[in-house]
């Protein structure tokens, strides 16, 4: 697996936002970004391309 790949986690709790990131930087990811509503997330997703969406 690929610990360089970029991942996108949306979630609208700031808390599990921070939660899951510190779970996956555990686990090595640090290519993380974050969205807090659909909206934001839509347009992350059409500038970049993710290899895991949470």
Request: hydrophobic share 45%; aromatic share 6%; proline share 2%.
């Amino acid at each position: 697996m690929d610990k360089n790949m970029p991942i996108l986690i949306v979630d609208d709790y700031k808390t599990m936002l921070r939660i899951i990131r510190n779970l996956l930087k555990q686990l090595g990811f640090d290519n993380v970004d974050e969205a807090t509503d659909g909206s934001t997330a839509l347009a992350r997703l059409r500038e970049k391309n993710y290899g895991l969406v949470i």
